[in-house]
């Protein structure tokens, strides 16, 4: 008989979707048919699925496996970096929009996920770093940014990805801007930016698409999106033509691969990095590490 691997399995019981309830028994025999003995964890608030990946460090643990949303895998992979354990880690989508999943082609079935993640091949990863802080695809500020993280948990678990947009068109009535000074290799952008985002990933909340051909997972880069405030109905116009048609070279829209870039703003906005809300500073600095986690797909 083969000899079984251990793998620690962390789950977000209150993340998004409830289809993966039923589905846990599914997984968990999904692992055990491709040999690993499974030690299941659940989170209870945030900041829990760091906490349980320093509980199992020093086990004899061979691979990593979260269940939840993008935050759920945000604080998994900052608790792997944090203790230095860098194990093969999969990802099994069960949130309200699974931005990075859909990067990463994940079914969005549970059980198909699992058979993906074990069957799935290693890759490295970059990921980024936001004033020290670790995150794993996008770091936003602007119009609809605070949807992700002010949207009750109970109506993301009703209505799915419809819960960030029927939330972010409050802000549509009272739509502002913030004047920044951006700076990446010695080149300084400075408007009034109606959103900005750094970011790693193919689309944006399930909404705004980056394309394939512009986004690299693994080239040491992240995309840095400006999107200028619009001062009339045809510049707004403009704008969305560029978003729908992907053409991110317009005064108005700019997209620009970066490796560190500094963000500076008298106002102090908040930030929402993987959905969870940082707090913004006058100068904030996002960077990027190469190849920063291993996962399977």
């Keep these: 008989m083969a000899s079984y691997k251990k793998l620690l399995f962390i789950v977000n019981p209150h993340a998004g979707i409830k289809k993966k309830d039923s589905a846990l028994s599914d997984i968990i025999l999904t692992f055990s048919d491709h040999y690993y003995e499974t030690i299941v964890c659940f989170t209870r608030e945030p900041g829990d699925a760091a906490n349980l990946v320093k509980e ?5 643990i061979d691979r990593v496996v979260c269940m939840g949303g ?5 604080e998994v992979i900052a608790g792997l970096r944090k203790y230095s354990w860098d194990k093969p880690l999969g990802y099994i ?3 309200s929009t699974n931005d990075f999943a859909a990067s990463l082609k994940l079914p969005s079935d549970p059980g198909e996920a699992a058979e993906c993640v074990m069957k799935g091949k290693p890759h490295r990863l970059d990921i980024g770093t936001f004033n020290g802080r670790q995150f794993v695809y996008t770091a936003s500020c602007g ?5 992700s ?3 009750p948990q109970r109506i993301k678990n009703v209505f799915g990805h419809a819960a960030y947009i029927l939330e972010g068109m409050k802000e549509l009535t009272q739509i502002r801007s913030w004047h920044m000074r951006v700076v990446v290799d010695g080149h300084v952008y400075e408007d009034n930016y109606l959103f900005v985002s750094v ?5 944006l909340g399930g909404v705004m698409s980056l394309g394939n051909a512009n986004v690299s ?3 040491g880069f992240f ?6 405030m619009p001062r009339d109905l045809i510049q707004l116009g403009e704008i969305v033509q560029a978003l729908q048609e992907q053409k991110f070279d317009t005064p108005l829209v700019q997209f620009i691969k970066v490796d560190q870039v500094s963000f500076f703003c008298a106002e102090k906005p908040d930030w929402s990095l993987d959905g969870e809300k940082a707090e913004g500073l006058e100068t904030n600095k996002i960077g990027v590490i190469p190849g920063g986690v291993r996962m399977f797909y």
């Design 199 to 203: 970011c790693n990933t193919f689309s």
């Design 149 to 151: 993280y002010d949207t």
């Design 93 to 95: 989508p069960a949130g």
């Design 70 to 74: 993008d935050g759920t895998l945000s």
């Design 56 to 60: 199992h460090v020093d086990d004899e």
């Design 143 to 147: 119009i609809f940014t605070r949807a």
């Design 217 to 219: 997972l693994s080239d």
């Design 223 to 228: 995309e840095l999106m400006l999107i200028s």
